[in-house]
C-alpha cells in the first residue's frame, strides 16, 4: 500500500514539474471607439466591443455588440474577419480556424446582437495551425445588409484593437 502512495505523489509531483515554466500564450486586448456605419435616410448601425480590455488565452473571447438603429431589418451571416495592419493604409487577413454555422442573423430595427470574438481557438485548429500574432492595431470586420428584397445594400462595419502578445 505504501509503494501505491509512494507512487502516486512520485506521478503527481513529476506532472506538476512537467507544466512549471510552460506559460500559455496571452494577448492582452485594448479595444478601440464604437464604430459607425450612416445608412442614408434610415439611420445608423454600430458596432462596439463589450469590455475595454482584456487578457485572452486559448479559447477564450471578447464580446462584440453590433446594434441596429435603423429603421429597416439587418441581416448578416456569423462570419467576422480580423485583420492585421503594419501601417495607416493596409490591412492583412488573419486566418483564424474557426467554424462557424451558416445561418442568416436578423437584427431588427432598434435591437442589437452580441456575439464573440474568438482569436485563439482550443486545440491545433482544423488545419493543425494557429495563427501567430504580433503585438500592433488589429480590426474586427463584420459584413451585413440591409433593405427590402426588392434592394438590398451591402455595407461592412469595422472596430479596430491593439494587441500586445504577452
Same mark, same amino acid.
Given at each position: 500500500m505504501?509503494?501505491v502512495?509512494?507512487?502516486?505523489?512520485?506521478?503527481?509531483?513529476?506532472?506538476?514539474c512537467?507544466?512549471q515554466g510552460?506559460?500559455e500564450?496571452g494577448?492582452? $486586448?485594448?479595444t478601440? %471607439?464604437l464604430e459607425t456605419?450612416?445608412? %442614408?435616410?434610415?439611420g445608423?448601425v454600430?458596432m462596439?466591443?463589450?469590455?475595454?480590455e482584456?487578457t485572452?488565452?486559448?479559447?477564450?473571447?471578447i464580446g $462584440?455588440?453590433?446594434?441596429n438603429?435603423t429603421d429597416?431589418?439587418?441581416?448578416?451571416?456569423?462570419?467576422? /474577419?480580423?485583420?492585421?495592419?503594419?501601417?495607416?493604409?493596409?490591412?492583412?487577413?488573419i486566418d483564424i480556424?474557426?467554424a462557424f454555422t451558416?445561418?442568416?442573423?436578423?437584427?431588427?430595427p432598434?435591437? %442589437? /446582437?452580441?456575439?464573440n470574438m474568438?482569436l485563439l481557438?482550443?486545440?491545433?485548429? %482544423?488545419?493543425?495551425?494557429m495563427?501567430?500574432?504580433?503585438?500592433?492595431?488589429?480590426?474586427l470586420?463584420?459584413?451585413?445588409?440591409?433593405g427590402d428584397?426588392?434592394?438590398i445594400d451591402?455595407?461592412?462595419?469595422s $472596430?479596430?484593437?491593439d494587441l500586445?502578445?504577452?
Amino acid at each position: 500500500m505504501k509503494k501505491v502512495i509512494l507512487l502516486g505523489v512520485a506521478a503527481l509531483s513529476l506532472a506538476a514539474c512537467g507544466t512549471q515554466g510552460e506559460e500559455e500564450e496571452g494577448l492582452r $486586448v485594448q479595444t478601440g %471607439e464604437l464604430e459607425t456605419v450612416s445608412i %442614408e435616410g434610415s439611420g445608423e448601425v454600430r458596432m462596439s466591443f463589450t469590455e475595454e480590455e482584456a487578457t485572452l488565452t486559448e479559447g477564450d473571447s471578447i464580446g $462584440v455588440t453590433l446594434e441596429n438603429d435603423t429603421d429597416q431589418t439587418l441581416s448578416m451571416g456569423r462570419y467576422y /474577419h480580423v485583420e492585421y495592419s503594419n501601417n495607416e493604409d493596409s490591412w492583412t487577413p488573419i486566418d483564424i480556424p474557426v467554424a462557424f454555422t451558416d445561418d442568416m442573423v436578423m437584427v431588427e430595427p432598434g435591437d %442589437e /446582437h452580441a456575439f464573440n470574438m474568438l482569436l485563439l481557438p482550443e486545440g491545433d485548429g %482544423e488545419d493543425g495551425s494557429m495563427p501567430e500574432y504580433e503585438s500592433g492595431r488589429y480590426r474586427l470586420r463584420k459584413e451585413f445588409s440591409i433593405g427590402d428584397v426588392n434592394a438590398i445594400d451591402g455595407y461592412e462595419i469595422s $472596430v479596430e484593437f491593439d494587441l500586445d502578445v504577452e
